[in-house]
């Protein structure tokens, strides 16, 4: 299957202590003196298989605690393995690493018990860094779109929180993985989830917890329930619950639900065809596309024109490109020539391919195939030549 390629920035979870991304990981490692928290930082940056082979620009996903190499490499893995089955976009994943003091930048000033923390209250600081020192680096020196995706775990997730709560409009998804919302005695549930409830600007945000945490399940369905309660018409809200896991396993499940749900509508997993997961029939396309009583060039063409619009729309939403996939689109095509022998729709979807891909050489190889089975021997040499 082809593959639509994109870019992410990933913040992940609390990484295991003394674990190092070695040198000879599959991803590059950049450290630079940040003038907002005056000291040196790193970042790793891993990038799609096909980054390199293609002209594309892709969104962009924040991943914390990026030292982690378990978690970092489960991310990128899982990132992988989504993005070939469809339901997210390629990504490229910049994991940040922690500082000298992970605590203090990813939590607000400390109240109550919190104050056994005695270096806390840098989440604002840190924001900063992220926002206008990594962002803009990565933005710099890689093919990225605006889009722009945020995770964390644990003080991570809390500090995610605190973006979305202080910072509305940010970041196109927030994942908020097993967040800390015990901090201050269990106040900031609900002072983000009232701050979050008045945000304008559209957001995507999931919040998980696990049955085995002691102090968060408890303190993250009452952040939910809040904001359930609230119904904020731009923040598109889920919360995902994992009975059996504990504090340590939560992320791996988290970041592919949330991912999902972030990317959803632009998930081409529920899309007409991809939902069988196999060749269908004559019979099968004719339902899933509503094609009607007559499976003619005008009938398929509108099919698709509903579907490719129905996908701009989410794409819009999420600041991607809005065009269908090259992948997706070709294989409508090839089902348009080789299932409901219509030709003639079949080169109108290769076109399209044409015109959103100009640089890939198989969409005039398909388009080609098109017009020759129109009768059009002089059309698809031009195309194969090309």
Same mark, same amino acid.
């Given at each position: ?6 870019i992410? &920035?990933?913040a992940?979870?609390p990484?295991?202590r003394?674990?190092a991304?070695p040198?000879?990981?599959p991803w =590059?490692k950049e450290?630079?003196?940040?003038t907002?928290l ?5 970042i790793y ?10 002209? *594309?620009?892709y969104?962009?996903l924040?991943l914390l605690d ?7 490499t489960?991310a ?6 989504l993005?070939?089955r469809?339901?997210?976009?390629? =990504?490229?994943?910049v994991?940040v690493?922690n500082?000298?003091d992970?605590?203090h930048?990813m939590?607000?000033p400390?109240t109550?018990?919190?104050? /056994?923390f005695?270096?806390?209250g840098?989440d604002?600081?840190?924001?900063g860094f992220?926002?206008d020192?990594? &962002?803009?680096?990565?933005?710099s020196q890689?093919?990225?779109l605006?889009?722009t995706v ?5 003080f991570?997730g809390l500090?995610?929180?605190h973006?979305a %709560?202080t /910072?509305?409009?940010?970041?196109n998804?927030i994942?908020?993985?097993s ?10 549930a609900? *002072?983000?989830?009232?701050a979050?409830?008045?945000a304008a600007?559209?957001?995507? =945000?999931?919040v998980?917890?696990?049955?085995l945490?002691r102090?968060?399940?408890f303190?993250? +369905?009452?952040?939910?329930a809040? =904001?359930d309660?609230?119904?904020? *018409?731009? &923040?598109a ?9 504990s ?8 970041l592919?639900?949330?991912l999902?749900f972030?990317?959803a ?8 065809l991809q939902l069988?997961g196999? /060749?269908p029939?004559?019979a099968?396309?004719?339902?899933l596309?509503a094609?009607g009583p007559?499976?003619d060039?005008?009938?398929?063409v509108? %099919?698709i024109? +509903? ?7 989410g ?5 991607? +490109?809005?065009?269908?996939? *090259?992948w997706?689109m070709?294989?409508?095509g ?7 022998k219509v030709p003639?729709a079949?080169?109108w979807?290769f ?7 100009p640089?890939?050489?198989?969409v ?8 020759l089975a129109?009768g059009?021997s002089?059309g %698809?040499? %031009?195309?194969?030549?090309?």
């Open positions: 299957m082809r593959l639509w390629r994109t992410f &920035v990933i992940l979870a990484a295991a003394g674990q991304v040198a000879n990981s =590059l450290s630079f003196q940040s907002k005056d000291e040196q930082r790193t940056i891993a990038t799609p298989a096909n980054y390199h082979s293609s002209g *594309e620009r969104p962009v924040v990026a030292e982690d190499e378990p978690q970092f489960a990128v893995g899982n990132i992988a393995f993005t070939n469809g339901a997210i976009p390629s =990504l490229l994943v994991g690493a500082g000298k992970r605590s930048d939590t607000p400390a109550g018990e919190s104050k /056994k005695r270096t806390a840098g604002s600081a840190f924001l992220i926002l020192e990594v &962002v803009p680096r990565v933005r890689y093919r990225a605006p889009s945020l995770a964390g775990h644990s991570g500090f995610a929180l973006v %709560a /910072k509305p409009g940010a970041f998804g994942i908020a993985m967040p800390s919302l015990w901090w201050n005695d269990s106040t900031v609900l *002072e983000y989830a009232n979050i409830g008045k600007a559209p957001t995507r =945000l999931l998980t917890s696990g049955g945490e102090g968060i399940a303190t993250t +369905r009452r952040f939910a809040r =904001l309660s609230i119904k904020p *018409e731009g &923040v809200f889920a919360f995902r619950h994992y009975p059996d896991d504090h340590r396993l939560t992320s791996v499940q988290s592919m639900d949330g999902r972030v990317f509508p632009v998930s081409l997993m529920t899309t007409p069988l196999r /060749k029939d004559l099968e396309i004719v339902t596309l094609l007559t499976v060039s005008a009938a398929i509108n %099919a024109a +509903r579907i490719e619009e129905s996908y701009g729309r794409a819009r939403s999420l600041a991607l +490109r809005q065009e269908m996939p *090259e997706a070709q294989n409508y090839d089902v348009a020539l080789q299932v409901l003639s079949a080169v979807i076109r399209r391919n044409v015109a959103n891909y640089d890939s050489p198989d005039y190889v398909s388009l080609g195939d098109g017009l129109t059009d002089a %698809a040499r %031009a195309q194969f030549r090309k």
